[in-house]
């Protein structure tokens, strides 16, 4: 059996000290999802049965904190369980499947109902929230109901995973396979949301437990930024038994100071906690300065006024770089200061635009070739995902940043009415997309099916629906996106100072998982100009806390592959493949965003339809592949 990483060997600063972890490795690292997590997830399902049963006693004035209360946990409860069931549909079942046979389809079915039981459940709190009097009263009981529902469905799923595929798991897993296992899952939740889920969850894991998990964890990732981070992830919070484990954790991780002083959180970060645009320390500086003058901020080091004028202008000069690369480094700065970096959201979009009609015309042609293969169906089904996540995560990271903050600016100044209504356009159109993707999705299942049974003359009525729903989610991102850039992205530029704009750029970036992310960064940066890869680059880094600046460095060497993950047929005498390169990725055109112009998506499908096909695949997702072997 193949160990699900190769390790190089690891220098003696990341070998536990003596007697740490000198005992005998007795437990199985896969029982943090299918031991620790299942029982997290009952006990959180009886404590809101328990909460939604008191409803009904409850007098008017108090329904309504409960309500909003009893729907902000379940919507944590219910990301907690896609992000298990998705490393379960998408690394832990194929990976099983490969050493037994036909034993997970059927779990992934129970995902997707057990999705809608949490969608129906949404719509009812919704429904009770704007409700009064007996038209509230009997929604509450169909919410009662609705609870009771989910509390026996996710029971019965999770006791039959423990009952079924655990054993299976223990049996053809050796222990670096199994850990392998949980840092996907690690990777699958966004990266603004995984403290709060593991500080929900590691209370649940015994020490001695946890400190061996993180032992596999050194033993399965050669990538010192990467465990480094994982480490942090679950290191027990503070405590007496969080201090005893410290030197234990340290062994681990590594001990050098340069990992505890980056990731040590620092003054100026604890007063910006509290927002949502988290101003970089080292970025305040360059507010406001004139393009192209040395600053603290670019060169990081002091600098002085010498008072004199050049056309009314005062000129401050620098006390002297230390050589002649720190200048160098100070000029590049200072000439990245002009690049905006709402730029960056516009370039994304352009990508996303790009690949969806790639997608939609390959849609076409398979449905005029005389023959469908499964290998191609594949590669649409990989993408659709792909795509469809990246989306997802996007319109995710607009409401809980962008949006907010574009209705505070509202507030300030009259006549914005129309950007407040082009943002609650924005939202309704993002469950409309949901609908789309999801209802793509279920074609491509139906036509793989329809393939493999050799069912002709059904394929090709199900590709015609495939070819419409698929250009029709195309046009409603198209259009979306444009609103965006014409009524939304404007606003923001001229109200925020630019470290500001980092700021939102680099938490919309946060709002995805690492595990996506490793896919979307070298895939975004292999389509753009070198001065916008390194525009994107160097807002990511001035736009991170300083807390942040370890997982900065890991995204953007990820970023730097610069290569497209995915395979991506190209689609020669397509009018995209000759479409110009649009003014807005021109980098002549860097005040396009300020001006509304969004450029034309089909040059951005022209460069998807150019990049090499075939999958490369991720270090993070090794696991599965070496499992293949």
């Given amino acids: 059996m193949a160990a699900a990483v190769c390790c190089p060997v690891v220098s003696d600063s990341l070998q536990p000290e003596h007697g740490a972890l000198a005992h005998h490795q007795s437990h199985e690292p896969i029982n943090f999802l299918y031991g620790h997590l299942h029982n997290s997830i009952r006990t959180e399902l009886d404590n809101l049965s328990t909460w939604a049963l008191s409803l009904e006693a409850d007098n008017e004035q108090d329904l309504v904190h409960r309500l909003l209360h009893l729907k902000e946990r379940y919507h944590f409860l219910e990301q907690v369980y896609k992000y298990h069931s998705s490393v379960e549909d998408e690394v832990v079942y194929p990976a099983l499947d490969t050493k037994v046979k036909n034993v997970t389809s059927a779990y992934t079915v129970e995902h997707q109902d057990e999705e809608y039981l949490f969608e129906h459940l949404a719509g009812l709190l919704n429904s009770a929230l704007t409700q009064t ?8 009981r169909q919410l009662i ?24 798991l223990l049996q053809h897993f050796s222990h670096a396979e199994q850990a392998e296992l949980v840092a996907q899952f690690l990777y699958c939740i966004p990266l603004d949301t995984v403290e709060r889920v593991l500080s929900w969850l590691k209370p649940m894991v015994p020490m001695a437990e946890l400190l061996e998990l993180m032992q ?16 942090t992830w679950l290191k027990p919070a503070a405590g007496p038994t969080g201090a005893a484990a410290g ?30 645009l988290v101003i970089c ?49 100070a000029a590049s700065a200072a000439a990245l200061q002009q690049w905006p970096p709402l730029r960056g959201i516009v370039l994304f979009h352009h990508s996303i635009r790009g690949a969806l009609e790639v997608f939609a015309s390959e849609a076409v042609t398979l449905q005029q070739q005389s023959g469908v293969t499964a290998s191609q169906l594949a590669g649409l089904v990989e993408r659709h995902r792909f795509l469809r996540s990246v989306c997802m995560f996007h319109s995710l990271s607009e409401e809980e940043v962008m949006f907010p903050e574009v209705l505070r600016i509202s507030g300030l100044g009259p006549n914005l009415a129309s950007v407040i209504t082009a943002c609650g356009t924005c ?42 729903t698929a250009q029709k989610v195309c046009s409603a991102i198209v259009t979306h996106m444009q609103r965006e850039e014409q009524e939304v992205l404007p606003l923001l530029a001229a109200s925020l100072a630019p470290e500001q704009q980092r700021g939102m750029v680099w938490h919309t970036l946060r709002a995805m998982p690492l595990r996506l992310l490793e896919r979307v960064l070298p895939w975004l940066l ?14 990511l880094r001035l736009g991170a806390p300083q807390v942040d600046q370890q997982l900065v460095e890991l995204l953007l060497r990820w970023a730097q592959r610069g290569r497209w993950p995915l395979p991506d047929a190209a689609l020669p005498g397509s009018a995209a493949a000759a479409a110009p390169v649009p003014a807005a990725l021109q980098p002549a055109a860097a005040d396009s965003l300020q001006q509304g112009k969004p ?14 096909a075939g999958p490369e695949e991720a270090p993070m997702a090794a696991a599965v592949s070496a499992v293949e072997e």
């Fill in 133 to 140: 009097g007996a038209e509230r009263t009997a929604t509450i």
């Fill in 145 to 168: 109901c609705k609870i009771e529902e989910i509390n026996i469905t996710l029971r019965k799923h999770l006791a039959k995973e423990e009952a079924q595929l655990l054993p299976l």
């Fill in 216 to 231: 596999h964890l050194r033993d399965v990732i050669p990538d010192r930024l990467l465990l480094q981070l994982l480490v």
């Fill in 247 to 276: 030197g234990s954790l340290a062994a681990v991780a590594g001990s050098s100071s340069s990992f505890r002083t980056t990731m040590a959180p620092v003054s100026c970060d604890a007063a910006a906690a509290s927002s949502k």
């Fill in 281 to 329: 320390p080292f970025a305040l500086g360059a507010v406001k300065q004139p393009v192209g003058l040395v600053t603290d901020a670019a060169v990081g080091g002091s600098s002085s006024s010498d008072g004199s004028s050049d056309g009314g202008r005062t000129v401050r000069t620098a006390r002297g770089p230390a050589n002649a690369a720190t200048a160098a480094v």
């Fill in 427 to 468: 939202q309704q159109e993002h469950t409309s997309e949901v609908v789309l993707f999801e209802e793509l999705g279920r074609l491509l299942a139906d036509v793989r099916a329809f393939v493999r049974r050799g069912r002709t003359r059904d394929v090709s009525g199900m590709l015609g629906k495939l070819v419409d």
């Fill in 526 to 539: 292999s389509k753009l100009s070198p001065e916008d890869a390194e525009g994107v680059m160097t807002s």
């Fill in 599 to 612: 450029g034309s998506a089909a040059a951005a499908a022209a460069e998807t339809a150019a990049a090499p």
